[in-house]
């Protein structure tokens, strides 16, 4: 789920996916939403402050205390969220969801991110009677102390409120002593990362790619247009799942937090997140806001029209930030051609491309404020919708001369396993509240 970031060094690669860093929790607490600093790091108060605002967000949590929840016992967590969420949200015990996955069996695991395992489970009808029979992902969070089960309640707080159809639904959850785990529909197709970059051999096509896109901007959209916007903060490839249909919802909303309100420009928090995806804005000043998701969004368009990775390690040196290697071929189709992503084959249209490029590099502006909101994104990327000017058939592929790429460029892709995303957090990085 969460992934922590500071201008430290990005991990080595290793085979063995690494965790990431997680705030280090035993020296430091928060006490009736007051932080006390630990030696070595600190405590999110800005998890506490967000339940607080979502406390008076939502009239149906009033009595829904983030910091009282987070540190109370297993048993009283789950009473409280039974209260608040009543039949929206399904309690599990781990004994159901044991069942439901074969105890978590190696052949129904789904995916491993940074915070554990994702297994499809099969509900059925004899399970809950108002449950209909269906297929699941059950999330196995590898709690460590307060930290991951912060994460598992800001997702069951966020994910138990908001619905929308470009957002994954959470069915239920469950909270059984030290087990945290968190209970979503079936997303048969997998992640957007899954079918970009690894198994899947088959290309995914353009129209697939735009629609994919549209959906997710859609999420966003929706997202940040609530009366307080939600700032989802971990766009990226991964954490976008794919129906049957390819229609694109958003996952993971163990970092997201609520938008500025009032006069405030921004929030400022912790800087969380995935390199390669976080606006440079934030990295440098923890200042957050919605076009800190508009910068994610550009990046993850710039993968769709490349097939890159936003971040990959085993490429030479300035091909390696996605951003700053495509920017100069972004603002002229004859450029755009030699980075467009060789799995197409030229099945592309042209324009869209173009239109494409225009709007991701809008999306990455350094300046949040050149940055479009996710709403005109959404327009335009529709507008593109029914181009035909297919660069094949406009003798317009192969492209003339493209970059040259690393030696190992397919292999480096897939052994590129998120390796080199994650920063440790600097123990100097400032909480910059208020
Ligand atoms: N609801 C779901 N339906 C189907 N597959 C899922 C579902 N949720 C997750 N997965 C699969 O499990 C994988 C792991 O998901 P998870 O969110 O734990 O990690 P991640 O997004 O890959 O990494 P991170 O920890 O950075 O978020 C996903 O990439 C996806 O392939
Ligand atoms: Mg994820």
């Known amino acids: 789920m969460s992934k922590d970031l500071s201008k430290d060094k990005p991990k080595e690669k290793s085979k063995a996916k690494p965790k990431p860093w997680r705030p280090f929790t035993t020296n430091c607490c928060t006490v009736d939403n007051q932080l006390v600093l630990g030696n070595l790091s600190r405590c999110r108060p800005t998890r506490a ?35 608040n969420f009543g039949s929206g949200l399904h309690n599990f015990q781990l004994s159901e969801l044991r069942a439901i996955t074969q105890n978590f069996s190696s052949n129904f695991l789904l995916g491993e991110g940074g915070f554990g395992t994702v297994h499809k489970g099969f509900v059925d009808e004899n399970l809950r009677p108002e449950l209909k029979a269906q297929p699941v992902a059950v999330k196995l969070l590898d709690i460590a102390g307060l930290q ?22 959470l069915i239920g959850y469950c909270s059984e002593d030290e087990e945290r785990l968190l209970v979503y529909e079936f997303m048969p197709r997998g992640s957007l990362e899954n079918h970009l970059f690894k198994r899947i051999s088959v290309s995914m096509p353009w129209s697939t790619r735009l629609k994919i896109a549209i959906g997710a901007a859609k999420g966003l959209a929706f997202l940040h247009g609530a009366d307080t916007p939600v700032i989802y903060r971990d766009f990226k490839t991964s954490n976008v799942l794919l129906d049957s249909d390819f229609n694109a919802k958003l996952s993971d909303f163990g970092l997201a937090k609520m938008g500025p309100e009032g006069s405030e420009t921004h929030v400022t928090t912790r800087v969380m997140g995935t ?9 440098n000043t923890g200042h957050l806001t919605t076009r800190s998701d508009v910068y994610s969004f550009g990046v993850v368009l710039l993968e769709l029209l490349t097939g890159r990775r936003s971040m990959e390690k085993s490429r030479p040196k300035v091909e390696q930030n996605l951003v700053d290697f495509a920017k100069p071929y972004l603002t002229s189709s004859r450029r755009l051609r030699c980075i467009m992503d060789p799995k197409l084959g030229g099945q592309y249209s042209i324009k869209g491309a173009r239109e494409i490029a225009a709007l991701a590099l809008k999306c990455v502006s350094p300046n949040p404020k050149d940055r479009p909101r996710m709403p005109a994104v959404v327009q335009i990327l529709e507008s593109l919708q029914n181009l035909r000017d297919m660069a094949i058939t406009n003798g317009q592929w192969p492209a003339a001369a493209a970059p040259r790429s690393g030696r190992n460029n397919v292999r480096g892709m897939r052994r590129d396993v998120r390796a080199g995303n994650y920063w440790k957090p600097s123990p100097l990085a400032p909480s910059r509240k208020g």
């Open 49 to 83: 402050e967000f339940s607080r605002r979502i406390v008076d967000q939502f009239p149906s949590f009033r009595r829904l205390s983030f910091s009282d929840l987070s540190s109370s016992s297993s048993t009283r967590v789950t009473e409280d969220l039974a209260h």
């Open 148 to 169: 991951g089960h912060r994460e598992w309640l800001a997702e069951v707080i966020f994910l138990g409120q908001l619905r929308h159809p470009h957002l994954v639904k």
């Open 275 to 283: 390199y390669g995806y976080a606006a440079p804005e934030y990295v």
